[in-house]
Every structure is written in C-alpha cells, then in structure tokens.
C-alpha cells in the first residue's frame, strides 16, 4: 500500500493578516497531483483540516473541492483535530463513506477500520480528555489516558482479524519519546495540555505498522514507523526553517515502512531580520529579503520616526515591527515603569499607536485621543 500522509491544513487561516486561501489552494493542487503522479492508494489527513470550528464559506468550498479531487485518484481517510468541530466536520461521513472520503470525528467508533487493499487504516479524531473520560470510564485525566484506551479498542479489532494484518492508525496528538524526546514546537499550534498532561508517549502507539501524525506544524521522525508531516505552509514566523510538505510512505506486505519527503511549494518565504532601521535600509545583504514576509526587530537606542512606511519602501511585505533597544532600554537607563510614570496618559496612549502603526500619532489623532481621555473624565467625574 502506497499514501500520502498530510495533517494541519489548518484551511481559512491568515498570516498576519494576509489572506493565504490561495496558497492553501495551490497546495490543494500539489496533494492532488503528487496522489495522481505517484499513483498513491490513499490520502491520510490527521486532523486540523480548518482552522477554526466555524470556518469560512471558503474555507469550506476549498475542502470540498480538495476532497472531491482527491477520491478521483485514491480514497481519502481524515480525521477531526483540536481546531476543527468534529461534530461539523463529521457531518454526511456516513453517505461520504461509500464514496471513498472517510471521515471519522467520532471516539466511539476508533475501533473500526477503514479497510484499504488489506490494510487496516483506523482513525483516531483528537480526543479531548475530559469528553471521553466519563463514557470510557478511565480513572485518569490527561491524553495519556485518553489515546491509552483508544489504542485498546484499536488492539482488540487488530485482534480479531488474526495475525499478519498491516496496520496504520491517524492520530492527532503531542507525542515524546522514540528518537525526539522532546519535538519541535512552533507558535502557531494552540496548547492542548489538560492538567499538565498534554504529552503522550510513543509508546501508547506499540504494535502499529505506521503512524500518521497531526498537530505540531513541523516534519518530526520520532521513529520510523511514527511521523508527523507538519502543515503545508507556514502559520508563525517561528516556522521560518520548516521545509513543509507530505510523507509519501510505502507499507509492505510484511509490514516494513519506507518513506519520502514530498516538499510543497511555498507562497513567499519568511525571514526575521535585526538591527538598526540604517543598516536594514542599506545593507546589500539584505536584497534577498525584498520578496520575503518579513519580521523586523529594530534595535536603535530611540524608536525611529516613520519607521514602518521607510522600511517598506525596501521591503514590501513587512508584517511585523518590533522595537528592542541595543542594551535593553532606552540611553538614559531608566527603568519602564519609571518611564511610564513620567509621562501623561496622552505620552503614553500616543507611544501604544507609534508601537502598533510604527509611526507616531499625527495632529489629528492626537486631538482624537485628548478627546477620549477627556469624555472619560467626564463620565468618572458624574458617577
């Protein structure tokens, strides 16, 4: 059996502020191609397939078109993770079954396989410890014990079907141990710790042929039968050195796993750059980047004026300003607080614009802000 594992298209979701609904498409038209060209049986997708569990009209037209594109060449097993609603994600599984999309959101049925040329695919949607616990009667809390018992319902139909199956399970988790004690993680996944208990060994995976990964963002070998794919684009500037794509993995007959890395394209690269806003304007080394979604971290002594327009007169696509002072504060030594206090609550409303906008507030913004502490004023001084 030959597929594609992918996860976290996380379909709908911005990169500070610019819409990525067509690089999402353009990697929709990568999957499909690389399902055609290598002639895979199957397409695994670990979860998160949007970004959020109402996603946009869009977001949902491009799934649907996804999906409807991808069974034309190989049937299509994808599971619900942390992100998606699973009760709206699993909406029709039961008639897209029979069109070759199998989707499973719900925990109760981990224990039924998606049969696949003799494979046995299980998908098991991300579980939320404190759902399952009451209707599993586990004595724990945490995702331990949660995958624990999925994996026990798992084991038992594997059971049942007698030696010599090949197995693959779709998982969405944080998963240690085995060759990367401790994955990479970047900003852009949302935190599923429950009580302190969000790790899950690799060894709760134990006896399976393959494991397709879904939730951190970066490609991850934690062994050689347990992968994590990452997302097809990058959602945090942390995500900077990720090269994004899918596993294109083989199961033989006798279970053994062979795997390759199918790079996506990619939309625009990212690039965090530092310095004084001079040398960022006038460094040759810094042409490269002119194309690139930038972050810039500033490091003059004082916030320069004007400092956002100026740099993207050289870097068009600047997304994120920073300000961080050579030495860690301003010349004069002072601490924040005390500069802070020093200054009027008009100073202060005017640095938060010129933090946000990277320019201080002009004439006419200023007159609006004395406005509004003045209107305040007023309502305090009628109580």
Sequence with gaps: ???????????????HREDLLDAQGRFIDHLVETARSERVDAVLVSGDVYDRALPSVDAVRLADEALTRLRET?????????????RRLGFGAGLMDASGVHVRTDPAAVGEPVLIDG???????????????????????GHTAALTAAMRRVRADLARRGAGVRSVVLAHAFVTGGEAPRPETSDSERDISV????????????GVDYVALGHLHGRQRITDRVRYCGSPLAYSFSEEHHVKGSWLVDLADDGAVSAE??????PRRLKRLRGRIDDLLT????DAHRDSWLQITLTDPDRPAGAMERLRRRFPHVLVLGHEPEGG??????????????KSELEIAADFVAEVTGAPPDDDE???????FEACRRKEAAR
Excluded: C, K, Q
């Design 329 to 342: 504060g301003e010349r004069t030594g002072r601490t924040w607080a005390r500069r802070v206090r020093e």
């Design 195 to 206: 009580g302190g208990a969000a790790n899950v060994p690799v060894g709760v995976f134990d």
């Design 261 to 266: 890395f199918v790079e996506a394209p990619v």
């Design 283 to 286: 460094d040759p080394r810094h």
């Design 1 to 15: 059996m030959r597929f594609l594992h992918t996860s976290d298209w996380h379909l709908g979701r911005t990169f």
């Design 119 to 141: 494979v046995a695919v299980y998908g098991v949607p991300y579980l939320e410890p404190d759902l399952v616990r009451g209707d599993w009667g586990l004595d724990e809390r």
């Design 366 to 372: 200023r007159a609006l802000l004395r406005e509004a």
């Design 74 to 86: 190989a049937r299509v097993v994808l599971i619900s993770g942390n992100h998606d609603s699973a």
